[in-house]
């Protein structure tokens, strides 16, 4: 830690998104912290606290603590129903600014230790630069700075997401795929400046590869898989256990959940007309789907997930239990891409279960689940209107004026714990190689994806 007189001309790094918080020092290589945004609320102990007569009768558990404390009441058996797991952050945006709060003095009482004073008057007396999601409103951003300033520092910068992940590639012109837990962002930056008109979120990010997840190892006798209370045990396991197939082998693997000739062909018609010179000037409507919808998508969406779920328990059956009859092509390609990828043959996981369970991952759900990155139309039904990452980025690269396009073509940054996932770079490079080749013919090679060895803290 830099020495107190070193330190009192520093700045903080803040990063907020859905599925970590990060702080540190700028001119660090990495942030001094990296906590999950999550909090977990125990009734039980709060109501026991206050029947003491503690002063502190607000029980949160923040981030890695409250996951092993929730880990721990499934390990023992013991009831979660006074619970409340609170996530403070929602598609790059605060929700619950107190839960916020309360966890931004303790990153910086307890990780950082700088400040003095309590959560209702902490001085920390330093400038902090604060990531902001891409697309935020004017009122979102002046509340965010009005809840920072009652810490009482000296000033407050707020960046894009994706024009921090640009410059941590040491360029200022470029175009980012930012992911966080539920959302992701391709934003096209010229000169250190992001571009709002061709910026493009959507929602198909890492929590929808563990919804899809969560779906199917119910199917395969993992009950508790859909409750609320096992959402962070569901979350671990994707992270440890899924991977990305690469395109050549897609077919091979993947073409009994996904018919990839006809739905490549079907997101080329697409992509052609979202290319027309009328759509692309007009702003994308960034939750995709219309209000009035959204519920009537979502249960859509959930029928699709358990038939999924079904189709892949259906022919895990249909294949033997020992997979005796799964044709040799088959496990040659299987583990071919297992090698290159250099993951673990067999994935076991140790389920929080009363007294511990090791069970086996399949890989049918390993590497079928983060499908619904790149092929969301037939992962959560043709109702769907989510674009998949690789064409959102091309598309937000061809929002930009035709002397851009090829500076961002090689320049594609990848940022964020989703980009880290086995296979996901060279999937990526590989979609959008077949995407120019298709619509840009004379710039098929002029595609280069970014992808440093620490791009989940690329932003910060």
């Known amino acids: 830690m830099p020495k107190k007189a070193e330190r009192a001309q520093g700045v903080i790094v803040l990063d907020i998104a859905s599925d970590f918080i990060k702080a540190g020092w700028a001119g ?17 102990q709060e109501r ?31 009831s979660t129903e006074k619970l409340e ?48 999601t891409p697309g935020s409103s004017e009122e979102y951003r002046l509340k965010l700075v009005k809840a920072l300033f009652k810490f009482k ?10 024009t921090m992940a640009i410059f941590d590639s040491g360029k200022s012109t470029g175009i980012s795929l930012v992911t966080a837990g539920d959302v992701a962002h391709a934003v096209p930056v010229y000169k250190g400046f992001a571009l709002p008109h061709a910026t493009i979120s959507t929602d198909v990010a890492g929590d929808y590869i563990t919804k899809v997840l969560k779906i199917c190892l119910s199917d395969f006798g993992i009950k508790e898989a859909v409750d609320s209370m096992w959402e962070p045990i569901m979350k671990d396991i994707k992270d440890q256990s899924c991977f990305v197939v690469g395109r050549r082998r897609q077919e091979a693997l993947l073409n009994d959940f996904v018919p990839f000739q006809k739905a490549n062909q079907q997101r080329k018609e697409e992509l052609e007309t979202l290319l027309e010179p009328e759509r692309l000037e007009k702003k994308i409507d960034e939750k995709i789907q219309k209000d009035e919808k959204i519920d009537a998508l979502i249960t859509y ?48 996981y140790n389920l929080p279960r009363k007294g511990g369970e090791i069970v086996p991952i399949d890989d049918m759900c390993r590497f079928v689940c983060p499908e619904v990155l790149f092929a969301p139309k037939y992962i959560l039904g043709h109702h769907s209107e989510q674009l998949g990452l690789q064409d959102m980025v091309f598309r937000s690269i061809k929002m930009c004026d035709p002397f851009l396009q ?46 440093h060895l620490r791009r989940k803290d690329a932003v910060w």
Request: net charge neutral; charged share 30%; aromatic share 6%.
């Open 48 to 78: 026991k606290r206050k029947e003491r007569n503690d002063e502190a009768t607000t029980s949160y558990l923040v981030g890695r603590e409250a996951l092993e404390y929730l880990r721990g009441l499934h390990m023992r058996g013991e």
């Open 406 to 451: 090829k500076i961002l073509k090689q320049n594609i940054v990848l940022a964020g714990h989703v980009t880290e996932m086995a296979g996901f770079t060279m999937r990526v490079t590989e979609e959008l190689q077949h995407l120019c080749a298709s619509f840009d013919a004379e710039d098929a090679d002029a595609i280069n994806v970014v992808s």
């Open 28 to 44: 660090e290589d990495a942030p001094r912290c990296s906590i999950p945004a999550v909090l977990v609320k125990d009734g039980g």
């Open 85 to 132: 797991i609170i996530y403070p952050v929602h598609k790059g945006r605060i929700v619950d600014w107190n839960a916020m709060m309360y966890l931004v003095e303790r990153i910086f009482s307890k990780k950082l230790k700088i400040g003095s004073g309590s959560q209702t008057s902490y001085t920390i007396g330093y400038t902090v630069l604060v990531t902001d």
């Open 301 to 348: 969406e959930d029928n699709s997930l358990k038939k999924l779920g079904r189709s892949i328990r259906e022919i895990y059956k249909k294949r033997g239990e020992e997979k005796k009859s799964l044709s040799e092509e088959y496990l040659d390609e299987l583990e071919a891409e297992k090698k290159r990828l250099q993951i673990e043959t067999k994935m076991l």
């Open 153 to 162: 520092m000296p000033g407050i910068c707020l960046v894009s997401r994706g």
